[in-house]
């Protein structure tokens, strides 16, 4: 026996403090929930649910987690996680790995102010036909947007995806 009450449960643990480096991005910090949309020169367009989270751990990254689904089904579309590494001077450093297989390496900058992280593909792996990608990410009255841009070996960089999301 483990001396304790029976179905008693430890109480959840306390969220470890906020490491100094992710403290500007903490706007981002939660789950967010919503829809978006998205299309390509050489795909139709489509509808989805999205659903994000960006946790921490008390060291100086945010984990990030994205799936998809099927607005009409429920049916699962896409998923992909990875970590976010703010710089003080205002850079940042993300790596993505994507259920199909596709890595990213992205770079760019964020604006603690204005609530926004804008990133360039350095390094799209394990894809043979992407050679691109960009994310803007903003949060404004309450909610998360974003645009993803893709360029692919058939085509210059052409907006992808954009959703609208509300924290949950």
Do not use: C
């Amino acid at each position: 026996m483990d001396g304790g009450a029976a179905g008693s449960s430890p109480p959840p643990p306390e969220p470890p403090p906020l490491h100094p480096a992710i403290a500007p991005l903490s706007f981002l910090l939660g789950r967010w929930r919503g829809e978006g949309e998205g299309g390509f020169p050489t795909i139709n367009s489509f509808r989805y649910g999205e659903e994000l989270q960006f946790s921490h751990s008390g060291k100086p990254a945010i984990a990030y987690s994205q799936k998809t689904w099927k607005l009409t089904s429920g049916e699962p579309m896409h998923a992909e996680s990875g970590y976010w590494r703010p710089k003080p001077d205002g850079s940042i450093e993300v790596v993505i790995s994507q259920s199909t297989g596709l890595v990213e390496v992205q770079k760019g900058s964020y604006d603690a102010e204005q609530k926004i992280v804008t990133l360039q593909s350095e390094l799209v792996g394990n894809a043979a036909k992407v050679k691109e990608i960009t994310r803007v990410f903003k949060v404004a009255d309450g909610n998360l947007s974003y645009v993803v841009q893709m360029a692919t070996h058939l085509t210059s960089l052409q907006p992808h995806l954009k959703a609208l999301l509300k924290k949950i």
